[in-house]
């Protein structure tokens, strides 16, 4: 059985600083990660996956990820937020059998303030 | 392709009605799942299909539930009768064998009052 733990329920943070939603996960195989993003009133949009390869990975707005395998973790950052980020984020693992079947962390709201 | 479809997008209904929640899969996907978000319990994976025929219901809630699948392109979720803590945000997924993303749809907010 896999699980995901997502540490931070809130983090508000003010424009322009850096962010780090931290993620942890357990699971007994190899694992994809994934962090989705939900806007308000939304359904859950793909931000970006680990696969395999590199254990880091960006996506196009400016937020990245790296997987750390010995700590079980894949936490999401970003050098500098915008007011555009506010949003829940997900994190996510699959064992990329089951059509991707995800199991979902418990989210972390990030609040991003002028 | 215009992504997962579901319908309504909200629902409000009233205790001990019957409810059923639609989703139309992106082509072409053979895998179809039904999550759930709550603020207690936050997403939650209620049943997934392949190929139209249900894999694991382990996480439906209760026999109040139910969901088919009768086509590759159509798949529903009933509720019946519906309760007040069947409330919450119903999403609606779907992925295509040997691809690594699933892909969701905008939900339906359900309120049963």
């Known amino acids: 059985a896999q699980s995901v733990t997502q540490l931070d329920s809130q983090v508000p943070v003010f424009e322009e600083a850096p962010v780090e939603l931290r993620c942890n996960y357990s699971?007994?195989?190899?694992?994809?990660l994934f962090w989705y993003v939900q806007y308000p009133n939304q359904g859950l949009q793909l931000l970006l996956k680990?696969?395999?390869?590199?254990?880091l990975v960006e996506s196009i707005n400016g937020f990245e990820a790296e997987f750390n395998k010995s700590q079980t973790s894949f936490h999401l950052r970003k050098p500098s937020v915008h007011i555009s980020d506010t949003a829940e984020y997900f994190c996510a693992v699959s064992e990329g059998n089951a059509g991707n079947m995800l199991t979902f962390g418990g989210g972390t709201r990030l609040m991003v303030k002028p | 392709d215009a992504g997962v479809i579901q319908s309504p997008r909200h629902e409000v209904t009233e205790m001990g009605q019957e409810v059923t929640l639609r989703c139309k899969p992106i082509s072409g996907h053979d895998y179809l799942f039904w999550y759930r978000q709550t603020m207690m319990r936050g997403l939650e994976l209620l049943i997934y299909?392949?190929?139209?025929?249900?894999?694991?219901d382990s996480g439906m809630p209760e026999d109040r539930f139910s969901a088919k699948m009768p086509n590759a392109s159509f798949s529903t979720l009933k509720i019946q009768p519906s309760e007040p803590r069947d409330s919450a945000v119903y999403f609606c997924a779907s992925s295509r064998t040997g691809e690594t993303e699933a892909f969701f749809g905008q939900g339906t907010r359900l309120t049963v009052v």
């Open positions: 680990y696969l395999s390869g590199s254990t």
């Open positions: 699971s007994s195989v190899s694992v994809y």
């Open positions: 299909f392949n190929n139209n025929v249900p894999i694991d």
